[in-house]
């Protein structure tokens, strides 16, 4: 696999694998953070961040969200790779459909944005990148963070008046993102990447443990954290949304489809539908890419063709407590 060391492409550098077999996921180096406050490096600014995504890829996917949701599009732009990674990592292929160019320094590769944030990186190259145009460099490559910066420090540039991150709440959103992500983010990737039996199997016993967990939780409240719609449910919702298309068959997460959940797939029904959400799935980028990038799972790159899911039918949550935000639903109205 491929990575930079000391700011060289390397394609023989990174495994991903430990040695006992289990799924080994590097932290994101850049880690700056965007603060409403006049001493900040990094203030909000409209037009002044630049998001780079790909489409396949739920960590990015989270970001892409948060920011329709909040109605941050005028205000942060972006960039999106090919769903295809091969071993020059990702790349901009702009005549590819969904694909842009670079918008911001017309690169081929994303990798150069890395090298001139940090001509001595050493690290994977992966998607989010949020990048500065005025400093020119990346201020963070860590999807929850980018999120929580959306969702807390870009105040009045965002067009709708939703919080993702409401007071009263952060205590038990916290409590939820690290409670998904270890056996239902992470853990598909533990499932699928995993290259012996026994991790597989932890990973397998940890995902649809907790999936049934949240399957219970989901019978009587609308959202995770309860009536209201949160950071917490876009990052339950990229993985629920990737899961039969793609995890259930390519990484072996075949205990159970999402659609056979009485509560999960309603849920993932009802976020799906929630106004703005919708546009940002594009689910033959999520095929493309996990299909055909990883030769050690998928070694022919041959797109699985099903399933054909309903997202648009009927979720019938209207009746639990709570409601998608209410400038979501007046500013779809008015479209
Ligand atoms: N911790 C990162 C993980 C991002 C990540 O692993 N992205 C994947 C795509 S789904 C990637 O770009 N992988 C490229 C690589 O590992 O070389 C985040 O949540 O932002």
């Given at each position: 696999?491929?990575?930079?060391?000391?700011?060289?492409?390397?394609?023989?550098?990174?495994?991903?694998?430990?040695?006992?077999?289990?799924?080994?996921?590097?932290?994101?180096?850049?880690?700056?953070?965007?603060?409403?406050?006049?001493?900040?490096?990094?203030?909000?600014?409209?037009?002044?961040?630049?998001?780079?995504?790909?489409?396949?890829?739920?960590?990015?996917?989270?970001?892409?969200?948060?920011?329709?949701?909040?109605?941050?599009?005028?205000?942060?732009?972006?960039?999106?790779?090919?769903?295809?990674?091969?071993?020059?990592?990702?790349?901009?292929?702009?005549?590819?459909?969904?694909?842009?160019?670079?918008?911001?320094?017309?690169?081929?590769?994303?990798?150069?944005l890395y090298v001139e944030a940090d001509p001595n990186a050493t690290c994977r190259v992966t998607v989010p990148v949020l990048w500065d145009t005025e400093r020119e460099t990346i201020v963070?490559?860590?999807?929850?963070?980018?999120?929580?910066?959306?969702?807390?420090?870009?105040?009045?540039?965002?067009?709708?008046?939703?919080?993702?991150?409401?007071?009263?709440?952060?205590?038990?959103?916290?409590?939820?993102?690290?409670?998904?992500?270890?056996p239902i983010n992470n853990g598909v990737y533990r499932a699928g990447f995993a290259t012996e039996q026994a991790p597989y199997d932890a990973a397998i016993d940890d995902l649809f443990g907790?999936?049934?967990?949240?399957?219970?939780?989901?019978?009587?409240?609308?959202?995770?954290?309860?009536?209201?719609?949160?950071?917490?449910?876009?990052?339950?919702?990229?993985?629920?949304?990737?899961?039969?298309?793609?995890?259930?068959?390519?990484?072996?997460?075949?205990?159970?489809?999402?659609?056979?959940?009485?509560?999960?797939?309603?849920?993932?029904?009802?976020?799906?539908?929630?106004?703005?959400?919708?546009?940002?799935?594009?689910?033959?980028?999520?095929?493309?890419?996990?299909?055909?990038?990883?030769?050690?799972?998928?070694?022919?790159?041959?797109?699985?063709?099903?399933?054909?899911?309903?997202?648009?039918?009927?979720h019938d949550r209207d009746d639990l407590p709570g409601e998608p935000p209410s400038a979501l639903v007046t500013a779809s109205a008015d479209d």
């Open positions: 696999m491929n990575m930079l060391v000391d700011g060289e492409w390397r394609t023989d550098a990174y495994e991903t694998a430990g040695e006992d077999g289990s799924f080994d996921r590097q932290e994101a180096p850049f880690r700056d953070w965007i603060r409403d406050d006049p001493d900040a490096e990094y203030q909000p600014e409209a037009g002044r961040y630049h998001l780079y995504v790909s489409y396949a890829c739920p960590w990015a996917h989270r970001t892409l969200v948060t920011r329709a949701l909040l109605g941050l599009e005028d205000a942060i732009s972006v960039s999106v790779v090919d769903p295809y990674r091969g071993d020059d990592g990702w790349q901009f292929t702009p005549e590819k459909d969904g694909c842009t160019r670079d918008h911001v320094r017309d690169a081929d590769f994303l990798r150069e963070n490559n860590e999807s929850k963070e980018i999120m929580r910066m959306f969702a807390t420090s870009f105040g009045d540039l965002a067009t709708h008046d939703v919080d993702l991150y409401p007071e009263g709440y952060r205590e038990e959103i916290d409590r939820i993102l690290e409670a998904i992500y270890e907790a999936l049934e967990h949240w399957d219970d939780v989901l019978a009587d409240q609308r959202y995770l954290a309860g009536d209201r719609l949160t950071e917490a449910d876009i990052a339950m919702f990229t993985t629920l949304v990737r899961f039969d298309n793609v995890y259930h068959t390519h990484f072996m997460c075949n205990v159970q489809y999402i659609r056979e959940y009485d509560n999960l797939w309603p849920y993932l029904r009802d976020l799906y539908q929630t106004p703005g959400v919708a546009e940002t799935v594009t689910m033959a980028h999520i095929k493309e890419h996990y299909y055909t990038t990883h030769p050690e799972v998928t070694p022919h790159g041959i797109i699985a063709r099903g399933p054909d899911l309903a997202f648009d039918a009927p």
